[in-house]
């Protein structure tokens, strides 16, 4: 059965960095994407690579996080910086075979879950 397996979630102070992975082996040429939710909150989108390379941001994370994708393994990364505590959240990956590109930020576009990891930045 095909899993999404993050981890790389902890806890940091504002400033910090944390590098999330997921482990996505079954799952080459798929669109990814990483998501987050708060207690009280949807689930976000805030950050997705297609499967051709093409990466897309939520404007609170941009110039902060970068996602990426290891092929080699089929491993997706996102490396976030400069934490603030409003980043605070379990974060999710997510896979799809097939994506309107423009819907990348739509959780209801993916059809693969990860179980989460859970993100606390401190301030």
């Known amino acids: 059965q095909a899993q999404l397996l993050e981890s790389g979630g902890g806890s940091v102070q504002a400033g910090g960095s944390l590098r999330l992975s997921c482990a996505a082996s079954?799952?080459?040429?798929?669109?990814m994407a990483w998501f987050r939710q708060a207690p009280g909150r949807e689930r976000e989108g805030i950050a997705a690579i297609s499967s051709v390379g093409l990466t897309y941001y939520t404007d609170s994370v941009k110039g902060r996080f970068t996602v990426s994708k290891e092929e080699v393994n089929n491993t997706l990364y996102l490396q976030m910086n400069s934490l603030k505590p409003e980043d605070t959240a379990m974060y999710y990956c997510a896979a799809v075979d097939y994506l309107v590109l423009s819907q990348w930020s739509r959780a209801s576009a993916y059809k693969f879950w990860g179980q989460g990891t859970q993100v606390t930045v401190s301030s």
């Open positions: 079954q799952f080459t040429n798929y669109n």
